[in-house]
Structures are given as structure tokens and as C-alpha cells.
């Protein structure tokens, strides 16, 4: 009880240590966690907003460079000396158009965003057009067209304003308006100004829209819309091919980014219902507003992404962390186990003591050690706490834990102390019940109960039936907790002065368990009872015993045995351990005698009549096996001799039973016996199929009469021969013979045929 009382508090403390280490560590990775989102939130805003002002910044590079090719060709263009030919001129034929033409294509194939190129000659008010579907005869045949007649009016209002706009520069406009899907460009224009009111001649440059910044890596993230606004306010995406144009931009360029002063900055606002974060760049020549447009959902969708990210860190972090927490509680643990430890030890030695000093006391007590006076006793019990009175009517159980040697020879003895003490206390908890106990271990693998009898139940049928049945339970018990066998011997009744000789009447009654095996339960007054003769040793018994064994025979040794051991039933266990002596001596004589290499030695001090019975029977058939094992080599030698005579002796006429009987030394009749036996065949049978196999060799190669073969055979006479052969081959002799020839295989039986 207090071992299981320390190992439970010990965990308990171990278990605030842990949690302890634990809730401090998921309290700081909560805090830490809280601080670091909090300012990766702002930081991944930050990044945002920097990446957007960077790509707007990339982006104006971009396209200030890709403008800027546009407005060098344009440049190179108008300073083309076909070119400035063909707009000086008032007269053109169709060599100097084709002339123009042919180099004006081949500047449009130099840059694959040309849309168009238009050239105006005002000495002669005329357009000349070199566009994706214009030709030089379409051009010819409408040679006297004027501004009012071309079709491209946005392009005819900027040559009415031409002096209102810088050559050389991008203007975003409309091709044509009135199509389902119009299309968009950005035209450069370039003249020779004479004065600042008159433009004699100038060129116009168009170039598709979606095409002019193809050359230029403009790859901002697939979220991110990029806008470009002109001075007037005019959006167009970048790459894409329509022109986002809505009231939203209006009111954004009107309210918020013509008021800016900054070069470029940020804000959030919303369009069309969404919120976005706008960046902005004006740091450019063309004085454009380059923005960049990234809906407030996708930093939602990161901001969640590394608020996950967060969580699963935190999460395996805190694993991590709990594992070493576990781990450093085990350090922090063991200086207070080991103060524990201490103090557990110090208060469980001193209840040990004081209770090996009350075991020590009832085991001397039992066994008869100590002073039996009522002075002594009563005041020892006192001192110990041992409930017993010198007047108390005791009963004395002696316990047996059977076969204790062989159950526990693999443990050590200190468990073997822990199973006793075990035992002892499962012993208490069953008689508590009904009686006052105390109880003490003893060696052997034995325990004693005292037990106070009430006046009450002191009939003896009463308290014996009722120990019986306490102890029924006990064995029952043991056998499921322990997988032990427990036999007992009741006392009679006595006072607390008399308790040695009660020890000394179980010992003798235990004697007892010998005959009735493991799991008994006996009473001192009967076994007390039997009152029996001297001994005396049954040698005849012990002889006839011998003899079987001698002959082989194990179920008689086995029943001879038997009767041996169902006299000893009645003496003490003295007279046991003597007969079982001798008789083991006796085996072990025979064992000489064969030259048998077997141990054998009867249990005399373990185990029961029944396990005697079963190691006798065990081993006695293993020492009949080899003694019948030699009998039945010894025959085979003498079988072996016999048929070895027949065949040096058969051409011996005077060849017979009585002669082989006398060359091997033993009768007639046992050797015919012992010969069929063995054989299955008697010894006249075998000699004479041995002088006719000799026979039918001689015939079959030799070119002897049938007379000289019968006598060189051992046949007395060649008519007998005749007959036996006859008998034997249903063919006589000569006919064998010549079977023999016409088949040309000497030796073969033709018999067999």
C-alpha cells in the first residue's frame, strides 16, 4: 500500500512539472506567435506595396523604352530623303510613289506594331497611306483625296491641331470610333515648322496599341491590373487589348490622383465595389500615371496563407518544444525523485523494520523459540501490535506452497520473499472475515495463521467446516494469481503458549500431503489417529520388480511398483524415503548389469505419489526399451551364425537342426523357435532353399550329371533331388537345364517364367 501510495505521488509531481513546462511553453509561443504575425502582417503589406512601386517603376522604364524606339523611328522616318522628296513635290509619278512606298514598307516590317503611316504633302493637299490594307493603286486612283475626304478623322483633327501637340511624342487615340470593336493605337507625329502658326507638310506614325509593348518584359503578377493614364486622365492597360475606361477611373483621376503631388506613393480605394491597393508612378517624361491596381482579396489570401503558415509552425515548434519539455521536466524530476526517494526509503525502513521485528517475533514464537510465559507473551504482542491474548483459543494453519523449489528456482530470493508475503497477505484478507489473524512467513515455502477461535463457533464441526471453506477459497485464490498449488494442515485448538507443539503437529501431518497430493487440505486429529505396525521392507516385491526389468517387462515393473508404494501408505514418510532408497538402488544394479548409461533417482524429498508413479513409469520404459533393444541384437547375431552354417555346411548330407543346434550351444526346440521368430521361415525350409538355389547354379553352367550336382548339394540321393525340385520349379532338373540353353542366358531361372 505505501509503495503504490509513493510511486502514485511521485507521478503526480512529475505530471505539474510537465504541464507546468508545458503551458509555459504554449503561453510564450503564443505571444511570440501573436508578435511575429503581427509583424509579418505588416511586413508582407510593406513587401506588397514596395513590390507594387517597383513594378510600376519597372514598368515606366518599359515603356519609356518602348516609346522611345517608336519615336526614333518616326524620327528616322521623317528624315528619309524619299520621303522629304515626296512631300516637297507638288507633282509625283508612279515611279516616285512606288519608290516611297517600297521604303515606307520596308520601315514597317522593321517594327511590327506599325499600324499605319500617313504622309501629307500641302502643296498638293494630299494623304498618302501605307497601312495593313492600303496599296499603291488604291493610292493612285484616289490621288487628289483631301483631308476632308479621309476616313480617319480622329487623325485629320490632329493635323488641324498639329501646332497643339509635340512631335515625337505618343497620343493615344481612337482609329475608328464607329466599329464594333475600335481600334486603339499610339500616333507620333512629325513636321517642319516654318512658323508658329503654318506647317507646311508632316507625317503621322500609328502604331497598334497591344503591340508596341511587346518587345518591352512587361510581366507584372496576373492579379495585379496595370493601368497607364494620360495627362487628361485617359486609362489603357497595358497588356491587354481593350481600354479600361470607366466612371470609377474618372472619379479616381479627378478625386485622388490629379491632386497628388508626389512623383509616386500608395493608397487603398475602391472600384466598382472592390477595394483595391493602388500604387502610382509619375516619375516619367511623358508625364503618364502609371498605376498598379491589386485587389485587397489577394492580400487577404496571403495574409491567411501565412497565418497558416504561422499555425502549423507554431504547432510542430510546440511538439518540438514538448518533447523537450518532457525531457528537461525528467532532469528537473530527478533531484526531487531522488529527495523522495530518501524520504520514502527512511519512513518505508522503519515500518520494515518494525514489521520484520513483529515476523521475527511470530516466527519464534511458531517454531517454539522464545519463553512461553504469559508475561513474555503479552508483553511482546503489546510491543508489536500483534492481536493475540494469552488466553485466546488459537488454530494453526500451516500453509504449503507446493512443489515451492521448482516454481521459484528461476527467481530470486528476495521475490521469492515478495511472493510469500504476497501469499501471506491474501491468507489474512480470507480469514479476516470471520476471524482475528496474524500471521508470519517461515522457510520452505511455508506459512503459518493463527486463528482466534470465538467461544461462540469453538464446536469443532463449526470452525472446521468453516476453515475448510476459507481455505478452499485461498487455493482457488493463489491458483489464479500465482499458478501455485497450496496445500494446508489444520490444528487442534490451543492457547497461545501452546503454538510449537501445534508446529510440530502440522509437520507431521503435512507428511501426509506425500499420498494425497498437491492441493490438501488435512487435520492434525486425523492423521494423529493411524496407529500402524513396524515397517517391512517388501523384498520379494523388490525382486520380482527386478525381474521384469530384466525380461523387459515395464507394465509389470510398473504394477510391481505400484504395490510397493500402496503399503507405504499407512507408515510415516520416514519409511517412504527408505523404501524409495532401496529401490532405487536396486535399479540401479540392473543398469550396471546392462551397461545402460540412464540416470535414474526417485524423488524423495519433492513432489508426490503420483509424480514418483510418473517418473518410475517414464523411466523404467526407457531402461526396458534398451534392455529389449540388446535382447533382440544378441538374436540377430545368433540368426546371423545359423544362416552363415547353411551356407558353408549345405553340401553336407549329414547337414540338420540338431547339428546347427549344437554348433551354436543352445536346444533344438529354442533355436527353431527363436529361428521362425525372426525369420518367418523354419530351418529345414531355409536349408533346403539354399541347396536349391546351389542346384539350379550348377545347372544352369556346369555340364555335371544331375546325380553329381544332387550329391554336390547335399541331396542324399538323385531320385530326392528329382522330387524336391520338381516340387519347388514345377520342372525337373533337366529341363531346367535346358530352359537355360535355348534362352542363352546363363543362370537365368527359367522357373520364374
Given amino acids: 500500500m505505501a509503495l503504490t501510495h509513493s510511486t502514485g505521488h511521485k507521478s503526480r509531481i512529475f505530471l505539474i512539472i510537465l504541464l507546468f513546462g508545458a503551458g509555459a511553453i504554449a503561453v510564450s509561443i503564443f505571444l511570440a506567435s501573436a508578435l511575429l504575425y503581427y509583424r509579418f502582417n505588416k511586413r508582407l503589406q510593406q513587401e506588397l506595396i514596395n513590390s507594387s512601386a517597383l513594378s510600376n517603376q519597372y514598368l515606366s522604364s518599359q515603356v519609356e523604352s518602348a516609346l522611345d524606339n517608336a519615336a526614333t523611328l518616326t524620327s528616322r522616318i521623317n528624315s528619309d530623303y524619299l520621303v522629304k522628296r515626296l512631300l516637297n513635290q507638288k507633282e509625283n509619278d508612279i515611279y516616285d510613289l512606288n519608290q516611297v512606298f517600297t521604303q515606307l514598307t520596308q520601315y514597317k516590317l522593321s517594327h511590327a506594331a506599325?499600324?499605319?503611316?500617313?504622309?501629307?504633302?500641302?502643296?498638293?493637299?494630299?494623304?498618302?497611306?501605307?497601312?495593313?490594307?492600303?496599296?499603291?493603286?488604291?493610292?493612285w486612283d484616289n490621288f487628289s483625296q483631301t483631308k476632308a475626304d479621309f476616313p480617319d478623322q480622329t487623325a485629320v483633327r490632329l493635323m488641324d491641331q498639329l501646332v497643339a501637340n509635340k512631335p515625337y511624342l505618343p497620343i493615344f487615340r481612337v482609329i475608328d470610333a464607329t466599329a464594333a470593336q475600335p481600334a486603339y493605337c499610339y500616333t507620333y507625329l512629325a513636321y517642319d515648322s516654318y512658323s508658329k502658326s503654318e506647317v507646311k507638310n508632316f507625317i503621322l506614325v500609328n502604331f497598334y496599341y497591344d503591340q508596341i509593348?511587346?518587345?518591352?518584359?512587361?510581366?507584372?503578377?496576373?492579379?495585379?491590373?496595370?493601368?497607364?493614364?494620360?495627362q487628361s486622365g485617359q486609362a489603357m492597360t497595358l497588356l491587354q487589348s481593350e481600354l479600361i475606361s470607366t466612371d470609377s477611373l474618372n472619379q479616381l483621376w479627378s478625386s485622388q490622383l490629379r491632386q497628388t503631388a508626389a512623383d509616386h506613393g500608395f493608397f487603398t480605394t475602391q472600384l466598382d465595389g472592390t477595394t483595391y491597393l493602388l500604387s502610382y508612378d509619375k516619375d516619367n517624361r511623358f508625364g503618364w500615371t502609371f498605376i498598379s491596381l491589386l485587389p485587397w482579396s489577394v492580400i487577404g489570401a496571403k495574409l491567411k496563407q501565412l497565418k497558416l503558415i504561422t499555425l502549423l509552425s507554431d504547432g510542430l515548434i510546440f511538439l518540438l518544444l514538448l518533447v523537450m519539455a518532457y525531457f528537461v521536466s525528467g532532469k528537473i524530476y530527478r533531484p526531487i525523485s531522488a529527495i523522495l526517494a530518501d524520504w520514502s526509503k527512511d519512513k518505508n525502513k522503519l515500518q520494515s523494520a518494525q514489521q520484520v521485528m513483529r515476523q521475527i517475533f511470530l516466527h519464534d514464537v511458531v517454531l517454539g523459540k522464545v519463553m512461553n510465559t504469559k508475561e513474555y507473551l503479552s508483553v511482546n504482542c503489546s510491543r508489536y501490535q500483534i492481536q493475540l491474548a494469552y488466553e485466546d483459543q488459537l488454530c494453526l494453519v500451516l500453509l504449503q506452497l507446493d512443489q515451492f523449489s521448482?516454481?521459484?528456482?528461476?527467481?530470486?530470493?528476495?521475490?521469492?520473499?515478495?511472493?510469500k508475503d504476497s501469499i501471506l497477505q491474501m491468507a489474512q484478507n480470507e480469514f479476516i472475515l470471520d476471524y482475528q489473524t496474524e500471521g508470519c512467513s517461515l522457510e520452505q515455502g511455508q506459512l503459518a495463521l493463527l486463528l482466534i477461535i470465538p467461544a461462540t463457533t469453538s464446536q469443532e464441526s463449526a470452525w472446521k467446516n468453516a476453515v475448510q471453506v476459507r481455505l478452499a477459497a485461498l487455493q482457488q485464490a493463489v491458483r489464479q494469481a500465482c499458478q501455485l498449488s497450496l496445500s494446508a494442515a489444520v490444528s487442534e485448538l490451543a492457547t497461545l503458549a501452546q503454538i510449537a507443539q501445534l508446529y510440530q503437529d502440522c509437520q507431521l501431518c503435512l507428511e501426509k500431503h506425500f499420498f494425497s497430493g498437491d492441493g490438501c487440505i488435512l487435520f492434525t486429529d486425523t492423521t494423529a489417529a493411524q496407529t500402524v505396525a513396524d515397517y517391512v521392507?517388501?523384498?520379494?516385491?523388490?525382486?520380482?520388480?527386478?525381474e521384469a526389468l530384466n525380461s523387459a517387462r515395464a507394465a509389470d515393473a510398473s504394477l510391481v511398483f505400484e504395490q510397493i508404494l500402496s503399503g507405504l501408505a499407512d507408515y510415516p514418510l520416514i519409511c517412504t524415503s527408505i523404501a524409495l532408497t532401496r529401490l532405487t538402488l536396486a535399479v540401479k544394479s540392473v543398469l550396471r548389469a546392462k551397461r545402460l548409461d540412464i540416470d535414474f533417482q526417485l524423488p524423495l524429498n519433492t513432489g508426490t505419489v503420483s509424480q514418483v508413479q510418473q517418473y518410475f513409469i517414464q523411466t523404467t520404459s526407457l531402461i526396458c526399451r534398451r534392455i529389449q533393444q540388446q535382447?533382440?541384437?544378441?538374436?540377430?547375431?545368433?540368426?546371423?551364425?545359423?544362416?552363415?552354417?547353411?551356407?558353408?555346411?549345405?553340401?553336407?548330407?549329414?547337414?540338420?537342426?540338431?547339428?546347427?543346434?549344437?554348433?551354436?550351444?543352445?536346444?533344438?526346440?529354442?533355436?527353431?523357435?527363436?529361428?521362425k521368430q525372426y525369420t518367418g521361415q523354419t530351418l529345414l525350409d531355409q536349408i533346403q532353399a539354399v541347396r536349391l538355389d546351389k542346384a539350379k547354379a550348377l545347372l544352369a553352367k556346369s555340364k555335371l550329371s544331375v546325380a553329381a550336382i544332387a550329391a554336390a548339394t547335399g541331396f542324399s540321393s538323385a531320385s530326392y533331388f528329382n522330387k524336391v525340385f520338381k516340387k519347388a520349379c514345377d520342372v525337373t532338373p533337366n529341363h531346367y537345364r535346358q530352359a537355360c540353353l535355348r534362352a542363352g542366358a546363363p543362370g537365368a531361372d527359367p522357373a520364374s517364367r
Fill in 114 to 139: 506599325i499600324q499605319s503611316i500617313y504622309l501629307y504633302n500641302s502643296g498638293n493637299d494630299t494623304l498618302y497611306v501605307e497601312s495593313d490594307t492600303s496599296s499603291i493603286s488604291s493610292i
Fill in 213 to 230: 509593348f511587346s518587345a518591352a518584359e512587361l510581366q507584372p503578377d496576373s492579379s495585379t491590373t496595370v493601368l497607364a493614364m494620360d
Fill in 406 to 419: 521448482s516454481a521459484c528456482a528461476e527467481i530470486s530470493v528476495a521475490e521469492q520473499n515478495a511472493l
Fill in 537 to 546: 521392507y517388501p523384498d520379494k516385491l523388490e525382486k520380482k520388480l527386478i
Fill in 631 to 675: 535382447i533382440d541384437s544378441k538374436y540377430s547375431l545368433l540368426i546371423d551364425k545359423v544362416d552363415k552354417l547353411i551356407h558353408a555346411e549345405y553340401a553336407n548330407a549329414a547337414l540338420s537342426v540338431d547339428l546347427l543346434a549344437d554348433r551354436v550351444g543352445i536346444s533344438v526346440s529354442y533355436l527353431c523357435r527363436l529361428y
